[in-house]
């Protein structure tokens, strides 16, 4: 029986947990507070060393769900648990961000070659020592959907909750099922060991069309709002991906891009 551990529970690592146990799977998670016995989780903390110990000493896998950050923790981390782990070519696979990648036109495309940045929350200096060494980054969009841990995210919420970038600029998006679908052909995929990925729907769409094509009217321009549009915003290709899943694959999307068309004609 395979075993993986996967570092977070949370709205993805949840889910992937469900569906590698259904797998046959034998799956360790991890959470930042302590867990309760028999559960299978247990407690890790990046900056507690002393949590280190909770981890399996032997898995086949490791899927790295939080932000890896800070980057000597990471590289502590790496030196510690996971460079046996790739050394013996299992795969170690972790989840980075778009905002890694740096655009200077207003609604540039960006693909896996795109130029790196490294943002405020310094996560893209962790993601890209790991791929360094080893590691697949499957680089995420905004995530929606349902996870197995029963936590909805979805754009209707985020619009009542005003959530809602500049109306002319573009949302990418990842479905929690597409993110689970794609771990799990990557880890079985030896010759993808240190790409960066890019796992979204391959349909980016503007906030003016999703406000409108769910029935809702766009919001008054705030001074948060007016300040991010002064910021270019991108749109993500998942050519790379829609390769490895293979050309019937079919992203979970929010609305289809024929009934935006038909909207916009409206």
Known sequence: MKKVLIIGSGFVGSSLAASLKSAGVQVYCTRRQRGEEGTGTSQFVLEEEETWRNLPEEVDGVVWTLPARPLSQVQRFYDVYLQSILDLGKPVIVYGTIGRYHVEEEHQWVDEKTRYKQTESGREEG????????????????????????????????????????????????????????????????????????????????????????????????????????????RVSNDMLQSIMGKDYKFQQVMDPVDLAVDKQR
């Open 127 to 234: 993601e890209n020592f790991l791929q360094e060494k080893g590691a697949t980054v499957l680089v995420l969009a905004a995530i929606w959907g349902e996870s197995k841990n029963g936590e909805t995210r979805g754009l209707k919420a985020w619009i009542k909750k005003g959530y809602i970038q500049a109306v002319d600029k573009f949302l990418n998006l990842s479905h929690v099922d597409d993110i689970v679908k794609a771990t799990e052909v990557v880890m079985e995929r030896p010759e993808l060991k240190g790409q960066a990925i890019n796992v979204c729907d391959g349909n980016p769409m503007l906030w003016r069309d999703i406000i409108l094509g769910l029935g809702y009217e766009l919001p008054p321009m705030t001074m948060t709002m007016t300040a991010i549009s002064s910021r270019p915003s991108k």
